[in-house]
């Protein structure tokens, strides 16, 4: 079945650090990713999607790129911030471009020091 | 942009009672909401999916008559954990979708029910 693996963490970061979050999916079909954050004491938000291969998301500084070939979506930021301190989740859709049935990873928390 | 509250953000209750989590589109009209369970360090699994003035769609091993859902109207649903017991224990999370196809899920906050 559909399957999402990411980096467990917890990661710290000082602030302007590279970061870094691993995500590789198992999927039967042709499945849309997902990249959502959640910040302390708020609901997940969508933080950016790649609805086919090779497509790029991007939102705030991170990007992801949907890696057909290696089964991935990497998170990346260049320069964190303290106020990207959240945990942030990696995501796939069974149904085509819809976020119908996400499936999610278990979540990795980031914490920016300044 | 579009907001989802749940209510209560916390609760503990003792076993053997049943607890109500209700769940708010506040901005728009949810024709379709879905209920996720989240355990420690793992990750959200999708409990059940619930499409207004219908009976919710169960994933697979979630007792619907442990976990009653319903939404009967565009804007709220509940879910209702009846006869608690201490294994049932867990963060809810709730979700709700504008339309159907390619729409979004925007997410509530979560309620941490603690059962003693």
């Known amino acids: 079945g559909d399957s999402v693996t990411q980096m467990e963490g917890p990661v710290t970061l000082s602030e302007e650090a590279f970061l870094t979050i691993n995500c590789t999916y198992t999927?039967?079909?042709?499945?849309?990713l997902f990249w959502y954050v959640q910040y302390p004491g708020e609901g997940l938000q969508l933080l950016l999607k790649a609805t086919k291969a090779d497509d790029k998301g991007s939102n705030k500084g991170f990007e992801a790129t949907y890696r057909k070939e290696t089964t991935s979506f990497h998170l990346e930021k260049g320069s964190v911030q303290v106020s990207d301190s959240a945990v942030y989740f990696c995501a796939l859709s069974d149904a085509g471009t819809g976020a119908n049935n996400l499936f999610f990873g278990t979540g990795t928390r980031l914490t920016v020091i300044p | 942009g579009a907001v989802v509250s749940q209510h209560p953000s916390r609760v503990i209750c003792k076993s053997g009672t049943s607890v109500k989590i209700e769940c708010r589109s506040l901005?728009?009209?949810?024709?379709?909401m879905f209920w996720y369970r989240q355990f420690p360090k793992k990750s959200l699994m999708l409990m059940a999916t619930?499409?207004?003035?219908?009976?919710?769609?169960?994933e697979q091993g979630v007792e619907k008559d442990k976990f009653l859902i319903n939404h009967a109207s565009l804007t709220l649903s509940t879910l209702t954990v009846t006869s608690a017991h201490p294994e049932d224990s867990s963060f809810y999370i709730c979700s709700a979708r504008e339309g159907t196809g390619t729409y979004e899920q925007y997410f509530g906050p979560g309620t941490r029910l603690t059962v003693t």
């Open positions: 999927a039967t079909g042709y499945p849309s």
């Open positions: 901005d728009f009209q949810a024709t379709t």
């Open positions: 619930s499409n207004e003035g219908s009976k919710a769609t169960y």
